[in-house]
């Protein structure tokens, strides 16, 4: 915990010095305008509702605009989204092809909002008062999740954990039984590193595991790999960081061994080319400091909007998280978008029109 | 039948508006209970179509449950695992639960004096209020350790050397597995079946009791010869309840049955699913058409097996009850 807020501070230093203070584009949207829609749904991604609810509440205190957000899931989201029965969707994987085709209002575009990392733990009674935390690398990692590494002396684990060497015990794998945005950053990572992987099991909200127990949510794995002895878990790594759960290091495509301080988290979107739509899995980055198991987690709302008290309130909610929202993060153990994935989510909001003509009120939208 | 038909022609003859009026109204709520019922079957039903034209009856005996399609894997829904599943925990759980439900019912009705019956029977129909997230956390945190650290190393030493029985508790024991899915399911089914099976036993008639005593029965004889014959049918019926309520429960059993689908093996520390936990994990999440389809269609099993179990349990029951007529007469 005090790692985490010594690198967050470490990190707003840095933000503070390149960037002077908050988001430049923050404080623009301090009050309710004539015209706005007062109420404003929302469904989807369950992994950023903590932040999605600090924000709706902050959001209708100041700005009088209720949001209502239903953590149901990503797919629920996907879903709602399509079926147009809410103002907007949330979810933590990219929408495919087929998907954005099938969404029944036009063209749907992805805003990111904040990002994620994913973590591996694990429990091994024998390293319990180690301070040396485990290494894993891509090979480790797939191996042991397709079942080809099955013990923890296996020569590959103790070749970068020589602590390993005694410990002659099968490895216990533990995922997600829920389909989760979790999952899918887990599983796209794990595609994005094995060819074996992505040829066989390959990544989604939930896939058919090869090997190992389901714990549901976060906290079912958290508390599997907690009393399961020789287990090996991934979690979200706020989780992880509140759990007192150990965090191993993985070795990033840059060959650094990383751990997922928010810094690293955030450095992940700076090493990747980010497409102009932003529907991107941003895992294992090129970038050398970036943790490489991570992702941003979208919300979805449509580029042409019908409802003009609707499109103004809804674009004016978009802006305020994407600049002043993200100085919520950092408190809630999410890591905040760094400046150029928040200036090319801008490029999308501007491209909202509602019948026809920007959607973005004209005072945010000349904001340079 | 015929009697039923004397007094619905009574009620018509009867002609009083108000109770036209009363008759209607029952009417239309049974209506509305039954449309819900229709209703939601076709709901069902059309969601599923896709999936259930795409696998057929794949679906049922299939074993591969993937909703990525890669390379080498297309996507593949078989719900054989989560049935086998379902089957497997319902029946280990009544196997657990009505012998110590039965024993406790006799005890509480016949044996226990008042002072100590009545807190007894209260206490434990006091577990149905208790929520299955409550069972499942609880299952999760201390019967899973419980059952991984004692009792299955204990079964693996007692039946392990067993020809037939060492298959079911062949593998290391992981303490997520349908063993203690059928656990937790026999401690939530418990309750049901002894408040039901008290019930019935207390229904027994005096008459036939004293009757036996009469005779110069002990209790036990009353017991086994007028009182279990008697209440016998009722007994199964409220077994069957608490099948019932096993067959459907999800929270709990999501919890603490490993929720893998890997393969179907003899053993009962082998982890599994069940269709209700697999329906639980993966709707909300279910992105594709075809993936929410086919869970949806899994509902449609369920209510499936819960049929096809309830069916069974009442041509039991009849059955029965036919033969103990038959004897009486």
């Known amino acids: ?345 801008v490029v999308l909001l501007k491209s909202v029109t509602v019948n026809g003509s920007q959607a973005l009120p004209p005072e945010l939208a000349s904001f340079k | 039948m015929s009697r039923i038909i004397m007094l619905r022609q009574g009620a018509t003859k009867a002609a009083d508006p108000s109770d036209r009026r009363f008759a209607a109204f029952v009417a239309t709520m049974s209506a509305v209970v039954i449309l819900l019922v229709v209703g939601f079957i076709i709901l069902l039903a059309v969601d599923s179509w896709p999936s259930i034209r795409k696998f057929g009856g794949h679906f049922l005996t299939g074993s591969v449950w993937n909703p990525v399609e890669t390379e080498v894997n297309k996507v593949n829904f078989g719900a054989l695992p989560f049935i086998y599943g379902t089957i497997v925990t319902s029946i280990v759980a009544l196997i657990l639960a009505t012998p110590l439900a039965l024993g406790s019912a006799i005890f509480v009705s016949e044996y226990a004096p008042s002072w100590l019956g009545r807190p007894v029977a209260f206490i434990i129909e006091l577990l149905v209020a208790i929520p299955s997230v409550a069972y499942g956390i609880w299952g999760l945190f201390v019967l899973v350790p419980f059952m991984r650290g004692t009792i299955e190393p204990f079964l693996q030493n007692v039946l392990g050397h067993i020809p037939v029985l060492s298959a079911l508790v062949a593998g290391p024991p992981f303490g997520q597995d349908l063993l203690t899915g059928g656990v937790v399911l026999a401690i939530m089914i418990l309750p049901t079946i002894l408040s039901l099976s008290r019930e019935i036993i207390a229904q027994v008639p005096r008459l036939q009791k004293e009757g036996m005593l009469a005779l110069g029965a002990t209790k036990w004889e009353v017991l086994s010869q007028a009182v279990l014959p008697y209440a016998k049918g009722g007994i199964i019926g409220a077994a069957m309840l608490g099948l019932a309520r096993a067959i459907g429960e999800t929270m709990a059993v999501t919890m603490v049955i490993g929720n893998s689908s890997q393969k179907i093996t003899g053993s009962l520390f082998t982890p599994g699913y069940t269709i209700a936990s697999a329906i639980a994990n993966q709707f909300t999440e279910a992105d594709t058409q075809m993936y929410f389809s086919a869970i949806v269609e899994l509902g449609l099993v369920l209510l499936l097996v819960a049929s096809v179990f309830n069916v069974t349990s009442r041509l039991l029951v009849s059955r029965i009850m036919a033969r103990k007529e038959g004897a009486n007469a």
């Not at chain 1, 990219?94 to 429990?123: C, E, F, R, S």
């Not at chain 1, 061994?257 to 979107?269: G, I, L, Q, Y």
């Not at chain 1, 994407?322 to 905040?336: F, I, M, S, T, W």
Request: glycine share 10%; net charge neutral.
């Open chain 1, 1 to 345: 915990m005090k790692k985490i807020v010594a690198v967050l501070a470490l990190v707003a230093l840095v933000a503070a010095a390149t960037i002077a203070q908050a988001i430049p584009g923050s404080g623009l949207v301090t009050k309710g305008v004539s015209g706005e829609a007062k109420n404003l749904t929302g469904a989807g991604a369950t992994f950023p509702a903590v932040l999605y609810t600090k924000w709706f509440s902050e959001y209708a205190a100041k700005i009088g605009v209720q949001v209502n957000y239903q953590a149901i899931g990503s797919g629920g989201g996907i879903k709602s989204i399509s079926d147009m029965t809410v103002d907007f969707g949330a979810s933590d994987g990219p929408m495919t092809d087929d998907q954005l085709a099938a969404a029944k209002g036009g063209h749907l575009l992805h805003i990111p909002m904040t990002m994620g990392a994913v973590v591996p733990t694990y429990n091994i009674p024998e390293l319990s008062r180690s301070k040396q935390v485990l290494k894993f690398t891509a090979d480790t990692l797939s191996a042991i999740y397709l079942g080809d590494i099955i013990k923890w002396n296996d020569p590959k684990l103790v070749a970068d954990n020589p602590q390993l060497a005694k410990v002659d015990k099968y490895i216990v794998v533990v995922h997600r039984s829920d389909g989760s945005g979790t999952s899918n950053i887990w599983t796209s990572y794990l595609s994005a590193v094995s060819e074996k992987w992505a040829k066989t099991v390959g990544a989604g909200n939930s896939v058919q595991w090869p090997v190992g127990l389901g714990g549901k949510g976060n906290e079912g794995v958290a508390g599997n790999v907690k009393q399961t002895q020789y287990a090996i878990g991934y979690v979200e790594e706020a989780y992880a960081v509140q759990n007192t759960l150990p965090v191993a290091q993985v070795k990033n495509s840059a060959g650094t061994w990383m751990d997922p301080t928010a810094k690293a988290v955030s450095k992940a979107a700076e090493g990747v080319t980010l497409p102009d739509d932003l529907r991107v899995k941003m895992v294992n980055s090129s970038n050398p400091e970036a943790w490489p198991i991570t992702g941003f987690t979208w919300i979805l709302v449509y580029q042409q909007q019908n409802d003009p008290a609707k499109a103004l309130a809804l674009t004016r909610l978009l802006w305020w998280n994407l600049h002043d929202g993200q100085a919520y993060a950092e408190k809630l153990l999410y890591a905040p978008l760094p400046v150029d994935a928040i200036a090319k989510a």
